[in-house]
């Protein structure tokens, strides 16, 4: 057959939030795909369950044929267990990721059977990064038992979200944009990582990751004259968005000053509201975990407020993102600074010289609530019952600005130090922020809060037990 697309798309989840752009996702990647006229088929599968989409992509590729390059793209919910990615179908559920998963180990053995002579994949999903590189034991094995080449570009690490949007999510619009970007000669693979890598070069909250096994020369399009119909209808969108925004500024332009500031002023909240959003989120994410669950035979938990950011677990994460963020106000300082630290033994060694040995550049972080507030950090700390068991802890913390609030959620797990003892720094499980309008619901959030520690937590349990149960059997 040549050149095959599979292009698949998962807006509606039986247990998840829903993601509405991910069928607009699919539209526009197989959009691109079909003006390169390279593809001599593009299959594309929405809102599948797991069974369904196995069967659609094993019939697909067994009625393949010879296959040159497979393209296969995948927007919608992921995850990681056990040391393994999956992709989220809509009936997905945690118990049972194999059976309502597509693991990233099972869609390697599918494409493996093509023996394309190029396998690309985009992934734009949370946690997709880092553990696609696995394939059994080997980075790339020989033809006929791994890929002769392959591209994996992914939407972030494995510790981080990929975020949505509308109509397209974030890293599909980039992955969009960046196809594009180039508009003479052939379009490679490479130009496309390479201006995405410029696209989120800044951003420490969602990296991109990459892995290339090839000549460098793959190519996406033989030609950009191929996508100026594409590129002239972005351009345009652009630009018709960049009038309206004109146009809006203009007419904010005619309006007296005081009602511009009076409009301004109206989107702002006051503290006393925001106050009450805090304290009512908090209250709603104690109440999520206070209801019984499985792991309760297992854990005791127990929650403490802070009115300021008190957590050395969280304090990093927050002071990074914020120290990028545009902000009306001055309530959260966040500064990032380096310095070199130099040991004092060694100056009295060497004299105060240009160079010291033991000197070294070092990064600080400072991060300062400087308004007065009641509530802005909630842990929830789980302790187990059993010595085998590690101990985890959510740390939510809300920083205040005059438009949104900005939620950070930092999950970390605690080995034992001592007997009765834990490690008071741990080891990050996730890290994941929100940017949340004064009014909005909080419902969806509390959500990911609960089933991502719930799911955290019992695979933990379940990995002692199978342990136990192996040095039993031993």
Not at 40 to 59: E, H
Not at 139 to 156: R, Y
Not at 392 to 413: G, N
Request: glycine share 4%; with cysteine; hydrophobic share 35%.
């Amino acid at each position: 057959m040549g050149n095959i697309a599979i292009v698949i798309g998962n807006s509606e989840y039986q247990s998840s939030p829903n993601l509405e752009c991910c069928l607009a996702d699919v539209t526009a990647i197989s959009g691109l795909l079909n003006a390169t006229n390279k593809y001599d088929s593009v299959k594309t599968l929405t809102n599948k369950k797991a069974a369904d989409l196995k069967d659609a992509i094993r019939t697909f590729l067994e009625d393949a044929g010879v296959v040159k390059e497979l393209f296969f793209y995948f927007s919608g919910h992921g995850c990681q267990k056990s040391d393994e990615f999956f992709f989220n179908a809509t009936d997905f559920d945690a118990a049972r990721p194999n059976e309502t998963g597509l693991s990233h180990s099972e869609l390697h053995t599918l494409l493996k059977a093509t023996n394309a002579e190029l396998v690309v994949k985009v992934v734009d999903a949370c946690s997709s990064g880092t553990l696609l590189l696995k394939s059994d034991g080997e980075f790339l094995p020989e033809p006929k038992e791994g890929f002769n080449s392959l591209i994996q570009i992914a939407s972030c690490l494995d510790n981080q979200s990929s975020l949505t949007g509308d109509p397209l999510s974030d890293f599909t619009d980039s992955f969009y944009g960046a196809a594009l970007s180039k508009r003479t000669g052939a379009v490679y693979y490479s130009d496309i990582i390479n201006a995405l890598r410029d696209q989120y070069l800044d951003n420490d909250t969602q990296t991109p990751h990459f892995v290339t096994q090839g000549t460098g020369r793959e190519v996406f399009a033989d030609s950009a004259d191929r996508l100026n119909l594409l590129r002239a209808k972005r351009e345009e969108e652009f630009d018709s968005d960049a009038s309206e925004n004109a146009n809006a500024q203009n007419y904010e332009v005619s309006r007296s000053t005081l009602d511009q500031i009076k409009i301004l002023e109206e989107g702002y909240v006051e503290k006393e509201a925001a106050q009450n959003f805090i304290s009512d989120f908090f209250n709603s994410i104690i109440s999520a975990f206070e209801k019984p669950s499985d792991f309760a035979s297992f854990y005791d938990h127990e929650h403490v407020i802070h009115d300021g950011f008190n957590e050395a677990d969280a304090r990093t994460f927050i002071t990074r993102v914020l120290h990028k963020e545009t902000r009306p106000d001055n309530f959260v300082t966040a500064e990032i600074s380096r310095e070199r630290t130099v040991d004092p033994l060694n100056q009295l060694r060497f004299g105060l010289s240009s160079f010291l040995p033991s000197s070294e550049m070092v990064t600080r972080y400072d991060l300062h609530l400087n308004c007065r507030m009641d509530a802005v950090q909630l842990k929830l700390t789980f302790t187990p019952k059993f010595q085998s068991l590690k101990r985890f802890s959510l740390i939510v913390s809300c920083a205040p600005s005059l438009e949104t609030c900005y939620v950070f959620e930092v999950v970390t797990r605690h080995a034992l130090s001592d007997w009765g003892v834990f490690e008071p720094l741990g080891h990050e499980v996730n890290r994941r922020w929100y940017k949340l309008t004064w009014n909005q619901k909080t419902h969806d959030v509390i959500e990911d809060f609960h089933s991502f520690l719930e799911e955290t937590i019992d695979e933990h349990i379940q990995t002692v037990s199978a342990r136990a149960a192996s040095s039993r059997d031993g």
